[in-house]
């Protein structure tokens, strides 16, 4: 560890130790010469140094000032890597991939602070910015969480909203001992691979997010009860005949993969539109 330098709990800085585990992520990732790499949150540049050497281009987003200058002296030889000291959350990732990355594939590969880790996402598969893949290394109950089908504990409205964007690939386990400092629970390593041609296309997509979202807002209650909270443009008996209609009175919003999500917007899409 550099010295002088304090790990920021705030930011959720947790570093690997040693070269083992990031040239796994760096290899997963599909990193090559053909490629240029969004890096979020290189902290010492462990695996920046990994992606260096497999990628043509490294652009290194590293909201941490204090690190900036390590990262610079580290890679001060390294024509491949480009350190940018910004928080990745208000970056304009289109220009950047347009100024670094020009004829190249572009892949995203992070370490994510588990405490940003589905804004980042999100932002990342919202913003549909073409990218190959997006390998990331997060909290192990969060990658089951977003690999999870439905029907599973851990399916959620985020794991439906993410296979809306992309698929999702479990790569492999971290245990907790490869990190300083030693966080309280083990990592995992995910692919995301977005859709270059969504499974769905409700025929009104903020309605279909607001369904999504409706459904598992009271995760204790029948999806009936839960949407007519969140749909407040359709009398509870309307929104009730719809959901009793394709699934049945009693379904709960985690029994409804991405797919069955569209149908049930697209329908009430219909209502909505037929009453105004």
């Given at each position: 560890m550099a010295e002088g330098f304090y790990k920021k709990k705030s930011l959720g800085q947790n570093f690997l130790t040693s070269d083992r585990i990031p040239a796994r992520i760096a290899e997963v990732c599909g990193a090559d010469k053909g490629c240029g790499v969004i890096e979020i949150?290189?902290?010492?540049?462990?695996?920046?140094?990994?992606?260096?050497?497999?990628?043509?281009?490294?652009?290194?987003?590293?909201i941490d000032s204090e690190l900036i200058p390590i990262l610079e002296e580290r890679f001060a030889d390294?024509?491949?890597?480009?350190?940018?000291?910004?928080?990745?959350?208000?970056?304009?990732?289109?220009?950047?991939?347009?100024?670094?990355?020009?004829?190249?594939?572009?892949?995203?590969?992070?370490n994510l602070p588990y405490y940003i880790t589905t804004p980042i996402l999100m932002m990342l598969l919202e913003g549909e910015y073409g990218f190959r893949s997006i390998t990331v290394m997060v909290q192990k109950e969060v990658a089951e969480r977003l690999s999870a089908k439905a029907g599973a504990a851990g399916y959620g409205a985020v794991t439906a909203a993410?296979?809306?964007y992309a698929a999702v690939k479990r790569q492999f386990t971290v245990g907790a001992e490869n990190f300083s400092p030693k966080p309280k629970v083990d990592s995992a390593v995910i692919t995301l691979t977005p859709y270059t041609e969504k499974p769905v296309k409700p025929e009104n997509e903020g309605l279909f997010f607001r369904v999504l979202r409706g459904a598992f807002a009271?995760?204790?209650?029948?999806?009936?009860?839960?949407?007519?909270?969140?749909?407040?443009?359709?009398?509870?008996?309307?929104?009730?005949?719809?959901?009793?209609?394709?699934?049945?009175?009693?379904?709960r919003g985690e029994e409804l993969d991405v797919r069955q999500f569209a149908a049930l917007s697209d329908r009430i899409n219909a209502l909505i539109c037929h009453r105004g």
């Open positions: 949150g290189p902290g010492m540049g462990i695996l920046t140094k990994q992606l260096a050497l497999r990628a043509a281009k490294v652009a290194a987003i590293e390294a024509e491949n890597v480009k350190i940018i000291n910004e928080d990745v959350m208000k970056c304009d990732l289109r220009s950047l991939i347009k100024e670094e990355f020009a004829g190249l594939d572009c892949v995203v590969c992070a993410v296979s809306y009271m995760r204790r209650k029948t999806l009936v009860n839960s949407l007519s909270s969140a749909i407040n443009e359709l009398p509870k008996e309307e929104i009730k005949s719809v959901v009793t209609e394709l699934f049945g009175a009693t379904v």
